[in-house]
């Protein structure tokens, strides 16, 4: 699907007003033909004219700018200094620190006649990343201007040859139908390119409006305008912060999409479009910013105070963007930091197919892993020091965030002077260094409990909610399978109506768990919700149903023969886990059959028929079913305890073994019988038992059990021993 543009051109605008006027006027001549329809046409409209000179109801022409009814802008977190309030001729009348004293912190609206950036931090880079800036705006042209050489000559080539290709088609060696649909496919893909070009050049004169009423982001946006002169565009403000989000955008062949809705984005076809739109999707192969997302609502002076004191004023995120309320607050910003060395997250693999052995493969091996982790490491500790402000641990899309060149957004410059690297976070006070994905979501919700104070006690572990997810998953899962009646009458009525199903069947059992609060129906709401959207989601889909083929008579559905014979070879997952492991079970019989043991890595790669990470994850279970143990650096079989076989002709010490099973296993040292003057049996047991009462205990650990035989005296009675 295509990325369809909300922005309404100047000659549009004008080319509605003007079938409007027309309309308008050509009802006004039906009306009074109506009044005199055996007058004279000229008599009408001179009565038109003359009369009537301006009827009432003709819409006025589109004013040249447009009154925006958005308070959405750009603006600019600034010190303001003594030197910028007074007149430059009466500056010699002050001492030097009395023009750099702060008079006051203020916002400014970004335009570009009134922006003057000062430096906000010693040891500013901003007159740097403006040259950057320039040297790459200046790369740019000449690249440009290289491709635009390069097409025309492409152009006078094929103007060249057009006139062989006039002879070959007069001599018939072209299929004149052929010609004729290419002909109208060329025409209407000119009129494509020359539609676009006249929609960007009208875009970059007149600016950005927005009829409004559709949904943007969420919500049902009003008018909208913005211009700041004609081919100025909020990347070319001057800021190096917004030019650098243009250029982590991707082009349009390496695959831009933008969207007007986070859930969903379409392929882009014009760049200058796309960054209109409120979400734009960053390169994947490369993270040229860390974004972290705040679920709170404050002013601007506010949330820069707050921020100042958890990052002081090095770290500052370098845009913060987000919606102003109508009652002037800052809406659920997103906090973008640029990083003065983007990290390359494109990291090799190689799949292998199970059932072909084909390989595939993809990445590039030059990519390291260890940037990746910390980039990922400094994205989870930023999130943990601005819990306090809201920040969303469950926030990892940072690839798509508020595109901060929208006119949907207000973007706030909070810090123009430096970009950062990932070790420079690291001088933040306080800063966490190791934060995994439970604690942080664990101080998140103890953060949010203590807020909210209703919640129950448990809640901060997400008690609650995983509680109400064991029971509403499942219900889920099965209803799609089986789709009972009144679940189907339910799905049908409506998202509110399959939520209050769903609430009805799990509310006993969650309330018996946790107990009755505002806090647990507020989250059954939310569960019931996305669990009633999602199944009239796959509802909606039926070729996206998945089910077993031996299950396929529990469905409540009329499915012809084919349908049942094509599901007939669906298995369930622990089927197709039992097939792999009887495959790769059969591998290691017949590699220990040829080498006698078994190298785990070397196994595993020579595996073709199965995959190597299902492999490794079911290893143990399969060396517990051949009763393998790792030994000696390898795999073998488990090694067989010794036996001892005593047989002996003496009645009395037959029936003694016969109680005793007349076998002994041993793992170390030897087991004898014996007899002693007392005229019982005697067993040399192990050093942790005892022997029976009367009995000589005797134990040769360091010898076998043959040595111990040479040396038995006093046998009374003739004992063979034998090892098995």
């Given at each position: 699907m295509r990325f369809k543009q909300l922005n309404t051109s100047r000659r549009k605008l004008l080319d509605e007003h003007e079938c409007c006027v027309l309309s308008r006027l050509q009802l006004h001549d039906l009306q009074l033909a109506d009044r005199d329809p055996n007058g004279d046409v000229i008599q009408r409209m001179n009565y038109r004219l003359f009369t009537e000179t301006q009827p009432a109801d003709i819409p006025a022409a589109p004013p040249l700018e447009h009154e925006s009814e958005n308070a959405q802008s750009v603006q600019i977190l600034r010190r303001i200094t003594m030197e910028a309030t007074v007149h430059p001729d009466d500056r010699k009348f002050f001492e030097p620190a009395e023009l750099e004293a702060v008079v006051d912190e203020a916002k400014l609206v970004y335009s570009k006649d009134a922006f003057r950036h000062f430096d906000y931090i010693e040891g500013s880079e901003h007159q740097a990343l403006v040259g950057f800036q320039t040297a790459a705006q200046e790369k740019a042209d000449r690249e440009h201007e290289k491709k635009r050489a390069d097409r025309a000559a492409k152009n006078r080539r094929r103007a060249l040859r057009a006139g062989y290709k006039t002879e070959d088609i007069a001599a018939g060696k072209v299929d004149p139908a052929e010609a004729a649909k290419a002909l109208k496919e060329r025409e209407k893909w000119a009129g494509v390119t020359r539609e676009r070009k006249e929609e960007i050049r009208d875009r970059l004169r007149w600016g950005f409006y927005h009829a409004g009423g559709a949904v943007v982001a969420g919500e049902v946006c009003g008018r909208l305008f913005e211009f700041f002169g004609a081919g100025v565009l909020r990347?070319?403000?001057?800021?190096?912060?917004?030019?650098?989000?243009?250029?982590?955008?991707?082009?349009?062949?390496?695959?831009?999409?933008?969207?007007?809705?986070?859930?969903?984005?379409?392929?882009?076809?014009?760049?200058?479009?796309?960054?209109?739109?409120?979400?734009?999707?960053?390169?994947?192969?490369?993270?040229?910013?860390?974004?972290?997302?705040?679920?709170?609502?404050?002013?601007?002076?506010?949330?820069?105070?707050?921020?100042?004191?958890?990052?002081?004023?090095?770290?500052?995120?370098?845009?913060?963007?987000?919606?102003?309320?109508?009652?002037?607050?800052?809406?659920?910003?997103?906090?973008?930091?640029?990083?003065?060395?983007?990290?390359?997250?494109?990291?090799?693999?190689?799949?292998?197919?199970?059932?072909?052995?084909?390989?595939?493969?993809?990445?590039?091996?030059?990519?390291?892993?260890?940037?990746?982790?910390?980039?990922?490491?400094?994205?989870?500790?930023?999130?943990?020091?601005?819990?306090?402000?809201?920040?969303d641990p469950s926030f990892h899309n940072i690839l798509k965030p508020k595109n901060a060149l929208s006119p949907f957004w207000t973007t706030v410059v909070a810090n123009d002077d430096v970009w950062h690297e990932l070790s420079d976070f690291e001088s933040i006070p306080g800063w966490p260094r190791k934060v995994d994905e439970h604690?942080?979501?664990?101080?998140?919700?103890?953060?949010?409990?203590?807020?909210?104070?209703?919640?129950?006690?448990?809640?901060?572990?997400?008690?609650?909610?995983?509680?109400?997810?064991?029971?509403?998953?499942?219900?889920?899962?099965?209803?799609?399978?089986?789709?009972?009646?009144?679940?189907?009458?339910?799905?049908?009525?409506?998202?509110?109506?399959?939520?209050?199903?769903?609430?009805?069947?799990?509310?006993?059992?969650?309330?018996?768990?946790?107990?009755?609060?505002?806090?647990?129906?507020?989250?059954?709401?939310?569960?019931?919700?996305?669990?009633?959207?999602?199944?009239?989601?796959?509802?909606?889909k039926p070729w996206k149903r998945k089910v077993r083929g031996r299950d396929r008579d529990v469905i409540d559905d009329c499915m012809s023969l084919k349908e049942r014979q094509q599901q007939a070879f669906a298995r369930s997952a622990d089927h197709r886990s039992a097939v792999f492991k009887w495959n790769i079970c059969k591998e290691m019989v017949v590699a220990l059959k040829k080498y006698g043991a078994i190298d785990k890595t070397e196994f595993i790669k020579s595996l073709g028929t199965v995959g190597k990470s299902a492999a490794y994850k079911h290893w143990d279970d399969l060396c517990a079913e051949l009763d393998l143990e790792f030994r000696e650096g390898v795999y073998r079989e488990k090694a067989r305890p010794t036996t001892v076989k005593v047989i002996t002709t003496s009645p009395a010490l037959a029936s003694f073994l016969a109680s005793n099973s007349g076998v002994i296993n041993t793992d170390s040292g030897c087991q004898l019988i014996r007899t002693v003057d007392s005229g019982a049996p005697d067993i040399d047991y192990p050093s942790s038992t005892a022997g029976p009462p009367g009995c000589q205990q005797h134990n040769h650990a360091d010898r076998p059990a043959e040595a111990c035989l040479s040396t038995v005296d006093r046998v009374r009675d003739p004992v063979v021993v034998s090892i098995v």
């Open positions: 990347s070319r403000l001057g800021s190096p912060s917004l030019a650098r989000m243009a250029a982590l955008c991707p082009t349009v062949a390496s695959g831009l999409r933008a969207g007007y809705d986070k859930a969903a984005l379409h392929d882009a076809t014009c760049k200058l479009f796309a960054l209109d739109a409120p979400y734009v999707e960053l390169n994947r192969k490369v993270a040229g910013c860390i974004v972290v997302d705040l679920d709170s609502v404050l002013r601007i002076e506010e949330f820069r105070i707050q921020l100042l004191a958890i990052l002081g004023p090095h770290r500052m995120p370098n845009l913060i963007v987000g919606r102003i309320t109508p009652s002037g607050f800052l809406s659920r910003p997103h906090l973008i930091w640029i990083l003065k060395n983007p990290v390359w997250t494109d990291p090799y693999w190689e799949r292998v197919d199970p059932s072909t052995g084909v390989v595939t493969s993809g990445g590039d091996k030059r990519c390291k892993t260890k940037p990746i982790k910390k980039l990922h490491a400094v994205q989870r500790a930023l999130t943990q020091l601005l819990l306090p402000l809201g920040a604690s942080l979501a664990k101080a998140a919700a103890t953060i949010r409990a203590d807020a909210a104070g209703d919640l129950p006690a448990q809640t901060p572990s997400n008690l609650a909610w995983k509680t109400i997810g064991h029971l509403i998953e499942p219900r889920a899962r099965t209803q799609l399978a089986v789709r009972e009646d009144d679940f189907m009458a339910a799905a049908k009525a409506g998202v509110g109506t399959l939520a209050a199903w769903f609430d009805d069947s799990i509310r006993a059992d969650v309330e018996a768990e946790l107990g009755p609060s505002e806090a647990l129906d507020r989250l059954l709401a939310k569960r019931c919700e996305f669990a009633a959207r999602y199944c009239i989601e796959r509802l909606a």
